[in-house]
């Protein structure tokens, strides 16, 4: 009655790989890289190993041919130890699935070899200072002279600007609006690419942002990801798995959270007794494992719609990232409150992960967006 809600054995067993690495190179790290910002570049290299860098490209290409429920098994199986280094893997698999799915042959040989082991790591780059939400008035413009594309534009919050190889970068070139947008690849090294100062950050500190700056930047037509015109059709494509993905780091950062809370309530005496046995502790504790594991069941939901390419696979991604990222960062502020004033301190991982995960409802979408995603799906029916 319930085998059609269990993971398969490859499943556990990818979980498990995930959970090993975690607790092996990233979970006793996690906190250095956070306090003296850190970006852990061979750490996750070393992720890449295991095929975790390119988790959904096709064997063909170089990656390892996964779903999306299987990718979502491992961003939430990172994250428990550090959800800003899960995201940066994640951001980077969702560029490397962009050239795999929709790069030339001669893209993919191009640069799927140096994607899939980590020897260049990629970033998507669609917010501008002018266009978040509003992501199809995006300004960075490309104009066509010969063989090659003229860029001139800033995209804003940029994950792994300056320290990345390659840019997946939506351009406008034609006109107004979403039809208006193509993708180009844009390499680091290119004349006229420069990067804005890192971003001060409430969290992620594990990982840079910073704004990429494109002046007059010359990027071969060959180095166009599909069709021209069809660069805001990709870039939502590729926003459905990286929701997932997200949602997944909240997941793992609230598990990791509530697992820190059960054992410091054991642990921690008051009035006589230890703060586990009181009642109301009890049922704190309890309604935060219900809600995550009703989150966490909707995303597994999600993720196997996206892998099967349903048709309402972008309204369950924008549900599964909407609920998993406003579960997973009440769950954290919960598990903070009954640490009482140790959470608030660094000494324990709560602070941390308080930090990381209040960026999820923001990025990959904002929550609102998530919420008139779903609305509209909702009404055209």
């Not at 320290?163 to 039809?179: F, I, K, P, Q, W």
């Not at 997944?248 to 921690?268: F, N």
């Amino acid at each position: 009655m319930t085998g059609q809600f269990q993971l398969t054995e490859d499943q556990l067993a990818i979980q498990e790989l995930a959970r090993r690495f975690t607790a092996d190179n990233i979970t006793p790290r996690a906190a250095e890289w956070d306090e003296k910002h850190i970006f852990p570049r061979e750490v996750i290299r070393s992720a890449a190993e295991l095929g975790f860098a390119a988790i959904y490209v096709s064997e063909e290409n170089g990656g390892i041919g996964l779903g999306r429920l299987e990718s979502a098994l491992i961003m939430e199986a990172m994250a428990y130890g550090c959800p800003a280094t899960s995201a940066f893997i994640s951001i980077h698999n969702m560029a490397s699935w962009m050239v795999d799915r929709f790069g030339s042959a001669e893209l993919q040989a191009k640069y799927l070899p140096r994607l899939t082991g980590m020897e260049w790591m990629a970033s998507y780059c669609l917010t501008e200072p002018g266009s978040g939400s509003d992501a199809a008035a995006l300004k960075t413009r490309a104009v066509r002279d010969g063989d090659d594309w003229v860029v001139s534009g800033t995209k804003q919050f940029i994950s792994g600007a300056g320290e990345n190889e390659l840019y997946l970068t939506m351009v406008r070139t034609g006109d107004e609006g979403a039809g208006g947008i193509s993708c180009l690849a844009i390499e680091k090294g290119m004349p006229g690419v420069s990067f804005g100062a890192p971003e001060r950050k409430l969290g992620w500190h594990a990982q840079p942002t910073a704004s990429l700056i494109l002046d007059q930047v010359r990027v071969p037509a060959e180095n166009m990801v599909g069709a021209e015109g069809e660069g805001f059709r990709i870039a939502m494509a590729g926003l459905d798995g990286g929701r997932l993905n997200i949602g997944a780091c909240s997941l793992g950062g609230a598990q990791r959270c509530l697992d820190e809370a059960i054992g410091y309530t054991k642990e921690r005496r008051q009035f006589g007794r230890a703060i586990a046995d009181f009642q109301n502790t009890q049922f704190t504790l309890a309604d935060m494992a219900t809600e995550l594991e009703a989150a966490r069941a909707l995303l597994y939901l999600a993720a196997a719609k996206v892998s099967d390419d349903a048709p309402d696979k972008t309204r369950f991604a924008a549900m599964a990232k909407r609920l998993a990222t406003d579960i997973g960062s009440a769950v954290v502020d919960r598990a903070l409150q009954l640490h009482g004033g140790y959470g608030y301190l660094q000494d324990y991982p709560v602070e941390r992960f308080w930090r990381d995960l209040r960026v999820h409802s923001i990025l990959e979408g904002t929550n609102q967006i998530m919420r008139l995603i779903i609305g509209r799906d909702l009404l055209k029916e």
